[in-house]
């Protein structure tokens, strides 16, 4: 999604989407709005709106509203230290299928008044905060990493729902492994670190 819209929400699911993946959601209200939108009443407030999304998951229109509220994904993202200070409000929403922190947007928000980013342990002991109020009310942990070392050590941990890297880092990776072995220079580029 791009932002935490009802209009947003609507318009994908209803093009067939089998779920959502909110950013940037730091409050309660913001966590209720977000499940809300993905609900059919008496769950929530998603409008019934054409029968595309029906065709794309194979069925008829009754049956696909009948059970699009316990089938539809909804993940809201965990990018701003707020959202960290109110876990246990935001994670407990009903409705909720997942938590997703997204580590750049999230260390962004935990700036120094000199504008650096927070140190490595702080940064641990946030990730740690998140993924124990994850736990404590029963909502699957997510973590984007950056390679598959970094998958392996989130497992350990106890994260539960995991990406890896992006498609333009994993690109520019398969470009420069082949270079390197061809004796070719190093593609640069200031995407290719995250």
């Not at 932002?3 to 699911?13: E, G, W």
């Not at 794309?56 to 990018?79: H, K, M, P, S, W």
């Not at 922190?101 to 927070?118: C, F, I, Q, T, W």
């Amino acid at each position: 999604m791009p932002s935490n819209r009802h209009d947003h929400i609507k318009r994908v699911l209803n093009n067939g989407a089998h779920g959502i993946v909110v950013p940037m959601v730091n409050t309660r209200e913001e966590a209720l709005a977000a499940v809300a939108a993905a609900k059919y009443p008496p769950a929530g407030n998603r409008s019934v709106g054409g029968s595309v999304h029906a065709l794309n998951f194979g069925t008829t229109a009754g049956d696909y509203f009948a059970r699009a509220n316990d089938e539809i994904l909804v993940v809201l993202q965990c990018e701003h230290i707020q959202a960290v200070d109110d876990a246990d409000a935001v994670f407990s929403v009903p409705g909720i299928d997942a938590i997703f922190v997204g580590p750049n947007d999230l260390a962004a928000s935990m700036r120094g008044k000199d504008g650096r980013p927070p140190g490595g342990e702080l940064s641990a002991q946030t990730h740690k905060r998140i993924l124990q109020a994850c736990q404590r009310n029963k909502v699957p942990a997510g973590f984007h990493c950056t390679s598959a070392d970094e998958v392996l050590q989130r497992i350990e941990e106890g994260w539960q729902f995991l990406a890896v890297g992006s498609e333009l880092r994993m690109m520019l990776d398969g470009v420069n492994a082949v270079m390197q072995k061809l004796g070719g220079t190093r593609v640069k580029s200031e995407i290719a670190k995250y």
